[in-house]
């Protein structure tokens, strides 16, 4: 059964540092999405997209963050600059139309 | 704005008894409703969906939900649960593109 993937599992950096999350998505699936689990509380939608182009971002999505297709398989996510606050769990989600959404595994971040 | 509220946070069952989480949703047209399990260090998988048509749906792992628009609710069911029932329950509801996710109930399964 085809699944969407995530690496890594666990990424670990320091304040200030760059990370990118990476998935791959069902691959006839159109949609993409990112959310986040900050430990304990609610899992939290983050950005969508569809068509090489965001469709959809929270007021999370900051500046600091980025999407981006770099190919037909690979989707992801760029922090420019990690801050304590942004240790979390990192969920790619993907759908063939606007609506059920298939998950990955998660990348857990932790920014020290 | 669409939301949903688990209002139970942590269901303790024993195991071959029945299971019932509750979903209430907040929004203004027929709602596009969801529930995901994620067990300990697991990502999140779909249990089942409900679009339209039929208000009992039935999903993997022998659950079920039933969706009642009098009631704002979309409660999830399992008739005889299993030790590895043990997880964190999502209720979710759409709307742009976007989920919406519950805060979540914890079902721990006792022997």
């Known amino acids: 059964e085809p699944e969407v993937t995530q690496t890594p599992s666990h990424q670990v950096t320091q304040m200030g540092q760059e990370v990118i999350l990476r998935c791959v998505p069902i691959s006839n699936h159109l949609y993409f999405y990112w959310y986040r689990q900050i430990l304990g509380q609610k899992v939290e939608f983050l950005v969508s997209f569809y068509n090489n182009e965001i469709s959809e971002k929270s007021e999370i999505f900051d500046d600091q963050f980025s999407v981006e297709r770099p190919d037909g398989s690979n989707f992801t996510l760029k922090i420019r600059s990690t801050k304590l606050e942004d240790s979390a769990m990192y969920f790619c989600?993907?759908?063939?139309?606007?609506?059920?959404?298939?998950f990955g595994p998660g990348t857990r971040l932790t920014v020290t | 704005a669409q939301s949903v509220t688990q209002p139970d946070i942590h269901i303790t069952v024993s195991e071959g008894a029945s299971l019932e989480l509750r979903c209430n949703y907040s929004y203004g047209a027929t709602p596009y409703l969801f529930w995901y399990v994620q067990s300990p260090g697991q990502g999140l998988q779909l249990l089942l969906k409900?679009?339209?048509?039929?208000?009992l749906v039935q999903g993997i792992k022998g659950f079920e939900a039933e969706f009642k628009r009098s009631q704002s609710s979309f409660n999830l069911r399992k008739p005889s649960v299993h030790w590895s029932d043990a997880a964190e329950y999502f209720c979710a509801v759409v709307s742009d593109y976007k989920l919406s996710f519950g805060a979540g109930t914890t079902v721990t399964v006792r022997a």
């Open positions: 989600a993907s759908s063939e139309a606007e609506y059920e959404q298939y």
């Open positions: 409900y679009f339209s048509g039929d208000t």
